[in-house]
Protein backbone atom coordinates (compact mmCIF):
# COMPACT_ATOMS: atom_id res chain seq x y z
CA UNK A 1 0.00 0.00 0.00
CA UNK A 2 1.35 3.41 -0.59
CA UNK A 3 -0.04 6.19 1.42
CA UNK A 4 -1.06 8.96 -1.21
CA UNK A 5 -1.99 5.89 -4.30
CA UNK A 6 -5.70 7.51 -5.19
CA UNK A 7 -5.81 3.10 -6.39
CA UNK A 8 -4.46 1.80 -2.91
CA UNK A 9 -7.38 3.68 -1.43
CA UNK A 10 -9.96 2.08 -3.55
CA UNK A 11 -8.61 -1.55 -2.81
CA UNK A 12 -8.46 -0.57 0.49
CA UNK A 13 -12.12 1.08 0.75
CA UNK A 14 -11.27 4.43 1.13
CA UNK A 15 -12.38 6.04 -1.68
CA UNK A 16 -15.46 4.35 -3.28
CA UNK A 17 -15.17 2.84 -6.87
CA UNK A 18 -18.00 0.82 -9.40
CA UNK A 19 -16.09 -2.45 -8.71
CA UNK A 20 -16.70 -4.60 -11.41
CA UNK A 21 -14.40 -8.09 -9.98
CA UNK A 22 -12.46 -8.50 -7.45
CA UNK A 23 -10.26 -11.48 -6.51
CA UNK A 24 -7.53 -12.12 -3.87
CA UNK A 25 -4.68 -10.52 -6.53
CA UNK A 26 -6.78 -7.93 -8.68
CA UNK A 27 -9.24 -5.23 -8.71
CA UNK A 28 -11.22 -4.40 -11.77
CA UNK A 29 -13.50 -0.79 -11.64
CA UNK A 30 -15.52 1.75 -13.68
CA UNK A 31 -13.02 4.55 -14.87
CA UNK A 32 -14.10 7.58 -13.25
CA UNK A 33 -13.69 9.62 -16.57
CA UNK A 34 -14.38 6.95 -18.88
CA UNK A 35 -13.36 7.57 -22.42
CA UNK A 36 -16.58 5.37 -24.00
CA UNK A 37 -19.54 3.37 -21.60
CA UNK A 38 -17.61 0.66 -20.03
CA UNK A 39 -14.09 1.81 -19.53
CA UNK A 40 -12.98 -0.57 -17.26
CA UNK A 41 -9.36 -0.39 -15.37
CA UNK A 42 -8.09 -3.71 -13.89
CA UNK A 43 -5.12 -3.43 -11.05
CA UNK A 44 -3.16 -5.61 -8.96
CA UNK A 45 -4.05 -5.02 -5.17
CA UNK A 46 -0.24 -4.59 -4.49
CA UNK A 47 1.12 -1.59 -5.06
CA UNK A 48 3.19 -1.42 -7.89
CA UNK A 49 3.81 1.59 -10.39
CA UNK A 50 4.84 0.12 -13.55
CA UNK A 51 4.55 -3.62 -15.24
CA UNK A 52 7.77 -4.67 -14.88
CA UNK A 53 7.68 -4.44 -10.87
CA UNK A 54 4.89 -6.53 -10.90
CA UNK A 55 5.47 -10.54 -9.92
CA UNK A 56 4.51 -13.13 -12.17
CA UNK A 57 1.41 -14.14 -10.09
CA UNK A 58 -0.56 -11.16 -9.75
CA UNK A 59 0.55 -10.10 -13.42
CA UNK A 60 -0.54 -13.26 -14.61
CA UNK A 61 -3.66 -12.95 -12.20
CA UNK A 62 -4.30 -9.50 -13.90
CA UNK A 63 -4.08 -10.80 -17.22
CA UNK A 64 -6.20 -13.36 -16.86
CA UNK A 65 -8.56 -11.10 -15.26
CA UNK A 66 -8.67 -8.76 -18.62
CA UNK A 67 -9.40 -11.95 -20.57
CA UNK A 68 -12.02 -13.04 -18.84
CA UNK A 69 -13.61 -9.35 -18.83
CA UNK A 70 -13.44 -7.88 -22.20
CA UNK A 71 -16.00 -10.32 -23.41
CA UNK A 72 -18.47 -9.52 -20.30
CA UNK A 73 -17.69 -5.83 -20.77
CA UNK A 74 -18.27 -5.94 -24.36
CA UNK A 75 -21.75 -7.53 -23.99
CA UNK A 76 -22.87 -5.40 -21.05
CA UNK A 77 -22.77 -2.13 -23.52
CA UNK A 78 -23.17 -4.13 -26.87
CA UNK A 79 -19.50 -2.57 -28.11
CA UNK A 80 -17.93 -3.57 -31.14
CA UNK A 81 -14.89 -4.11 -30.21
CA UNK A 82 -12.40 -3.12 -27.68
CA UNK A 83 -9.21 -1.54 -27.10
CA UNK A 84 -6.74 -3.14 -24.47
CA UNK A 85 -3.53 -0.95 -22.57
CA UNK A 86 -1.00 0.20 -20.15
CA UNK A 87 -0.14 3.31 -20.11
CA UNK A 88 3.02 1.94 -18.25
CA UNK A 89 5.49 4.45 -17.00
CA UNK A 90 5.08 8.10 -17.09
CA UNK A 91 6.47 9.09 -20.73
CA UNK A 92 3.84 7.21 -21.67
CA UNK A 93 1.33 9.06 -20.61
CA UNK A 94 0.62 6.86 -17.61
CA UNK A 95 -0.72 9.62 -14.63
CA UNK A 96 -1.56 7.37 -11.50
CA UNK A 97 1.47 5.22 -10.46
CA UNK A 98 0.01 2.14 -9.75
CA UNK A 99 -0.38 -0.15 -12.98
CA UNK A 100 -3.40 -0.38 -14.76
CA UNK A 101 -4.93 -2.20 -17.59
CA UNK A 102 -7.55 -0.06 -19.64
CA UNK A 103 -10.35 -2.05 -20.98
CA UNK A 104 -12.02 0.63 -23.86
CA UNK A 105 -15.13 -0.54 -25.46
CA UNK A 106 -15.13 0.75 -28.90
CA UNK A 107 -18.12 1.16 -31.42
CA UNK A 108 -18.62 1.47 -35.01
CA UNK A 109 -18.07 5.05 -36.50
CA UNK A 110 -17.00 6.33 -33.05
CA UNK A 111 -14.23 8.43 -34.36
CA UNK A 112 -11.76 6.78 -31.65
CA UNK A 113 -8.13 6.22 -33.26
CA UNK A 114 -6.34 2.68 -33.10
CA UNK A 115 -3.70 1.91 -30.92
CA UNK A 116 -0.94 2.78 -33.53
CA UNK A 117 -1.99 6.37 -33.10
CA UNK A 118 -0.47 6.33 -29.21
CA UNK A 119 3.27 6.61 -30.50
CA UNK A 120 5.33 9.61 -32.16
CA UNK A 121 6.56 9.92 -35.18
CA UNK A 122 7.42 6.39 -37.08
CA UNK A 123 11.07 5.50 -36.89
CA UNK A 124 13.15 4.44 -40.03
CA UNK A 125 14.77 1.13 -38.61
CA UNK A 126 16.95 -0.60 -41.22
CA UNK A 127 16.50 -4.76 -41.39
CA UNK A 128 19.98 -4.75 -39.47
CA UNK A 129 18.41 -3.10 -36.50
CA UNK A 130 15.14 -5.10 -36.62
CA UNK A 131 17.05 -8.51 -36.78
CA UNK A 132 19.48 -6.92 -33.92
CA UNK A 133 16.72 -5.77 -31.63
CA UNK A 134 14.76 -9.31 -32.02
CA UNK A 135 17.44 -11.56 -31.47
CA UNK A 136 18.34 -9.27 -28.55
CA UNK A 137 14.93 -9.66 -27.19
CA UNK A 138 14.50 -13.46 -27.82
CA UNK A 139 18.21 -14.13 -25.97
CA UNK A 140 17.22 -12.18 -23.15
CA UNK A 141 13.26 -13.72 -23.07
CA UNK A 142 14.54 -17.32 -23.22
CA UNK A 143 16.88 -16.74 -20.18
CA UNK A 144 14.58 -15.23 -18.26
CA UNK A 145 11.01 -16.48 -18.16
CA UNK A 146 10.50 -19.49 -16.67
CA UNK A 147 8.15 -21.29 -17.59
P1 LIG B 1 -3.47 6.67 -16.85
O1 LIG B 1 -3.30 7.89 -17.69
O2 LIG B 1 -2.66 6.74 -15.58
O3 LIG B 1 -3.25 5.40 -17.63
O4 LIG B 1 -5.00 6.61 -16.49
C1 LIG B 1 -5.51 6.82 -15.22
C2 LIG B 1 -7.00 6.61 -15.33
O5 LIG B 1 -7.52 6.57 -14.01
C3 LIG B 1 -7.72 7.75 -16.06
O6 LIG B 1 -8.45 7.18 -17.16
C4 LIG B 1 -8.63 8.36 -15.01
O7 LIG B 1 -9.88 8.74 -15.53
C5 LIG B 1 -8.75 7.25 -13.98
N1 LIG B 1 -8.91 7.72 -12.60
C6 LIG B 1 -8.16 8.67 -11.99
N2 LIG B 1 -8.57 8.81 -10.71
C7 LIG B 1 -9.58 7.92 -10.52
C8 LIG B 1 -10.40 7.60 -9.40
O8 LIG B 1 -10.28 8.16 -8.29
N3 LIG B 1 -11.34 6.64 -9.59
C9 LIG B 1 -11.49 5.97 -10.77
N4 LIG B 1 -12.45 5.05 -10.84
N5 LIG B 1 -10.74 6.27 -11.85
C10 LIG B 1 -9.80 7.22 -11.73
ZN1 LIG C 1 -1.20 2.07 -5.27
Redesign the pocket.
Known amino acids: MSEDC?FCQ?VNGE?P??TVYEDDDVLA???????APG?T?VIPKEHRETLDEVPPEPGEMMFAAIHYLTPIVEDVVDADATNIG??NGEAA????PHV?G?IIPRFEGDGGQPIHAVAGERPDLSDEKLDEIAEAVDDRAEGEHEV
Not at 93 to 96: A, F, L, P
Open positions: IIIARFLDANPLHLFNGQEVHH
